[in-house]
């Protein structure tokens, strides 16, 4: 029995006899009523007509406890809510006790008869009026700050068919530490194109080539520049630079500068910076680009061919937006208000409804990831060069950020079963993960790097037998190696040089090896490898050979004396004669195996005579096994 005065709120539940799922919680008579309103909510800075997002809210309750229900968004004109506002989605509570709340995510779409424009965004506790409250007039709350609504985003991509000059093509092996290609048209138009430090995981061979022609180009005036970049639709972790210096420029307000996927899909209008009498299109994957002229009626018709990507789509709506400026100079653009503005609202609709949502599902499925990061790296490139960064996209960049940082700790994860597998692509993606963590900034607070450490793991087998021989030299034979030599991630490591055997034969005097010893070790001191196919297209080690002693001792009629020689290492540069240095070593490049098991191998067979006349013959093995490390 309740004492006197007090009121307690009890949850009775019923249930049907039949189906124990039937029980729903009721309120007792009696108790204290709930009162549901939602106490922070906060809507996007822009969203477009039919597109899709999250909306993440805290729904309280301050009074008693109130059974299930839903909360809903709503557009709305202004900051009430009424019979003209439009719902864009729900999200559904459970129970809600008594003083306490529920902080949760909605998925949403814009109705596609929106139009275009400023609204406020409503989120409203129990929206349903499935709930008796206390108080049924604070159930909404509104974004403090209107949202923009653009037009939907509803693909119509041209193509068109690039005719590529062949003969004046360039090309060239680029590294990781970078480096340019330069081409020039039939017309004297220069292409250059230039590959920062750290853009590509490992080297890769590229091709620039100058356009003869476009087939399908919208603008009648014709092909002013273009050029082809190949391989084709190949990434980068850092913006690329192609510079176009056409041989006879186009006036500013006819400059359609364009980009097109492969040989020429998705054709679209493509934003540049204006250097020195040059166009510069940044990049972060490979597509072709050019230059024509194009009347005011071109360029409203081609704006009306949206591409298929949102990528693509954002870029031809800013050329427009750059094109309205009438503001650009020589060596720099000046940007009005009008256009930043224009700028942040699409760049916050690709990246909250197109980037987010495909990070999000990265942070789960690894084979999401890399296309989240490029689009990532693409969007948060084109704001820098454009200077278009507003608390908002700050915001979102960390959501987008927070998710791809979850995506990669579980590609790690299925890498790392992958590798105890036996499934060896999985070191070129581990290394490859690793360096991306490294690109976003990442510390091994945020990424585990231990996967990487226990996967990236190998021992490398050394061995070298040898002769030598000539006139006034006493032979010798030797056999010296380093086994299971530990390679870390890094993939160096160091150990002591192991004598198997080593003799001369010099019958006259008795002279014999009495001694060995490794003065300096064998060491890795480097590695690198072909991180873009599989099986590897190339691995090189460089290795110091270390430092061999052998004493030997020649007995005579008087006292026996001995003396330090280096056979070893004579041995060594003579069988790499023209490939081994003495401060530095030798880079193993050529396998007979690789791809494994074992992971690569391979056996350097040499003679050499040298000045003095000694004839050395021997063979060197090389032999690297992959070994992870097991939990």
């Not at 949202?147 to 693909?155: E, G, L, Q, R």
Request: proline share 5%; aromatic share 8%; glycine share 8%.
């Amino acid at each position: 029995m309740l004492a006197a005065g007090r009121r307690r709120a009890t949850l009775l539940t019923f249930c049907s006899a039949a189906v124990a799922s039937a029980c729903v919680p009721q309120v007792a008579a009696g108790a204290a009523k709930p009162d549901l309103a939602v106490s922070s909510f906060s809507g996007p800075r822009a969203a477009s007509v039919d597109g899709r997002f999250l909306l993440l809210d805290k729904t309280s309750n301050k009074g008693g406890p109130a059974r299930p229900s839903t909360t809903i968004y709503l557009l709305s004109r202004d900051r009430r809510r009424g019979k003209g506002d439009m719902r864009l989605g729900a999200r559904a509570l459970k129970v809600l006790k008594a003083k306490s709340s529920s902080k949760g995510t909605g998925r949403v779409t814009v109705p596609r008869k929106t139009r275009p424009g400023r609204f406020y965004l409503l989120a409203c506790a129990d929206g349903a009026g499935n709930v008796a409250e206390t108080n049924e007039k604070n159930n909404c709350r509104a974004s403090s700050k209107p949202t923009t609504v653009i037009a939907a985003f509803k693909p119509n991509p041209l193509n068109v068919s690039a005719v590529p000059d062949s003969a004046r093509a360039a090309g060239g092996t680029i590294t990781t530490a970078g480096g340019t290609l330069l081409a020039t048209g039939s017309d004297g138009t220069r292409y250059t194109l230039v590959v920062p430090k750290d853009a590509l995981l490992s080297r890769e061979e590229i091709t620039i080539t100058p356009l003869s022609s476009l087939a399908g180009l919208p603008f009648k005036a014709g092909l002013s520049a273009g050029v082809l970049l190949e391989p084709s639709g190949l990434s980068f972790r850092k913006a690329v630079t192609v510079r176009i210096q056409p041989a006879i420029p186009v006036p500013l307000k006819q400059e359609a500068t364009f980009s097109f996927a492969g040989t020429g899909k998705d054709f679209h209008l493509h934003p540049v910076r204006h250097r020195d009498g040059a166009l510069e299109f940044e990049l972060t994957h490979f597509t072709g680009v050019g230059l024509a002229p194009a009347t005011a009626l071109e360029f409203d018709r081609q704006g009306k061919r949206v591409p298929t990507s949102r990528e693509a789509a954002t870029e031809q709506r800013l050329h427009e937006a750059l094109r309205a400026e009438h503001e650009v100079g020589d060596n720099e653009t000046t940007l009005s208000g009008k256009f930043r503005e224009a700028a942040e609202l699409r760049y916050f609709v690709w990246g909250n409804e197109g980037i987010l949502p495909l990070a999000t599902a990265a942070a789960t499925n690894d084979k999401l990831l890399y296309q989240a990061m490029q689009e990532y790296i693409s969007w948060s490139r084109q704001q820098q060069l454009l200077g278009v960064r507003t608390t908002a996209l700050d915001a979102l960049d960390a959501r987008i950020v927070a998710q791809l940082a979850l995506g990669f700790e579980n590609a790690i994860r299925k890498a790392y079963e992958g590798c105890l597998a036996g499934d060896l692509t999985q070191i070129a993606r581990i290394i490859s993960l690793a360096r991306d963590m490294a690109l976003f900034g990442a510390s091994e607070g945020t990424f585990t790097f231990d996967f990487l450490d226990r996967c990236v793991r190998f021992e490398l087998d050394y061995d070298l037998q040898w002769t030598m021989s000539g006139e006034a030299v006493h032979p010798e034979v030797g056999h010296v190696r380093v086994q299971r030599l530990l390679l870390d991630a890094a993939m160096v490591g160091r150990k002591d040089l192991e004598y198997v055997s080593i003799g001369i034969d010099d019958p006259a005097t008795g002279c014999a090896v009495s001694s060995t010893r490794s003065k300096e070790p064998f060491e890795v001191v480097s590695a690198e490898f072909d991180l873009n196919r599989y099986p590897p297209r190339y691995l090189t080690l460089d290795v110091r050979q270390g430092l061999g002693s052998e004493t030997i001792t020649c007995p005579t009629s008087d006292t026996p004396f001995t003396y330090e020689t280096t056979m070893y290492n004579d041995a060594f540069f003579a069988l790499h004669f023209g490939n081994a240095d003495l401060s530095y070593g030798f880079s193993v490049r050529r396998w007979d195996e690789l791809g494994g098991p074992p992971y690569a191998k391979t056996s350097l067979s040499a003679s050499h005579t040298d000045d003095a006349g000694r004839t050395w013959q021997g063979t060197s093995t090389w032999t690297l096994h992959h070994v992870p490390l097991r939990p």
